[in-house]
């Protein structure tokens, strides 16, 4: 169910609409998933980024900098998607907008997590980034 309210590489994606960016992030799957969800939901995303490029591992605060300055945009459009509340921990201490995603194996959020949104499956998540 969709509610609003470690890995060393992450994908940025312009949407359409003006200033709107889209972040996903993985592991070894990474190549598995990203063609995945752009074959599956046509998100075009344009650029891979490794946190190698500022010599950190998340949660450093480098790491998701980059991500901000490579989109260009201010980090409350920026949105980070992980299994990982850890990951997403960091990214919201940037300002970016978090979504957790269930996985199998994964580190859930705490009962004091406050994500922007929480998806059961990675099919939720490409249904909230497509709806129009």
């Excluded at 790491?63 to 409350?76: H, M, N, R, S, W």
Aim: proline share 7%; glycine share 10%.
């Amino acid at each position: 169910m969709a509610r609003s309210g470690s890995s060393s590489h992450s994908v940025t994606h312009r949407s359409r609409s003006p200033g709107a960016t889209r972040r996903s992030t993985g592991s070894s799957r990474r190549d598995i998933t990203v063609p995945g969800l752009n074959a599956h939901a046509g998100l075009g995303f344009q650029q891979a980024l490794s946190s190698e490029t500022v010599l950190a591992c998340k949660p450093a605060p480098e790491v998701y900098q980059l991500a901000i300055d490579t989109a260009g945009c201010p980090p409350e459009r920026v949105l980070m998607v992980a299994a990982h509340a850890w990951g997403l921990r960091g990214a919201q201490a940037t300002g970016m907008r978090t979504a957790y995603v269930q996985r199998p194996v994964g580190d859930p959020p705490a009962s004091s997590d406050v994500f922007d949104w929480r998806f059961d499956g990675l099919g939720e998540l490409i249904t909230a980034l497509t709806v129009r």
